[in-house]
């Protein structure tokens, strides 16, 4: 019987598997927890945060540019034209169509250039 370094027995995987998975745990288990972001307070900032703003005494003005315009909300009693809907409805659908058109039309130039290759 001829032992080989590279053969892989059940015996040896297991070892394999269980070091990987040891690894990071004595890391983890190895490490300093004095870290600055387990320890803090959300009291100690908000009091820091409170105290930065006790000399302000400026309060909120609205920015007239940065207001939106009232929603223009459409009449109930408005009357819609039959045939302008159903043309507009057929011009959506050809859009629809086309865009369709042009889209296989570009994948088939993708698969075109790729079979060049």
């Known amino acids: 019987m001829k032992f080989r370094l ?3 027995t059940p015996a040896r995987t297991c070892a394999l598997v269980a070091a990987v998975i040891a690894a990071p745990l004595a890391l983890a288990a190895c490490s300093d927890s004095d870290d600055t972001a387990y320890e803090t307070d959300t ?9 930065a703003l006790e000399n302000v005494d400026a309060m909120p003005v ?7 315009p009232d929603p223009v909300v459409p009449s109930t009693t408005q009357t819609v034209d039959p045939e302008a809907a159903a ?3 057929a011009a959506r659908q050809q859009s629809i169509q086309d865009e369709g058109d042009d889209a296989a039309a570009t994948a088939a130039a993708a698969m075109d250039a790729m079979n060049q290759d």
Request: aromatic content about 0%; cysteine-free.
């Open 6 to 8: 590279t053969s892989r």
């Open 43 to 51: 009291e100690t900032v908000e009091i820091e945060a409170n105290e």
């Open 62 to 68: 609205e920015d007239p540019q940065a207001s939106m």
């Open 87 to 89: 043309a507009a409805e």
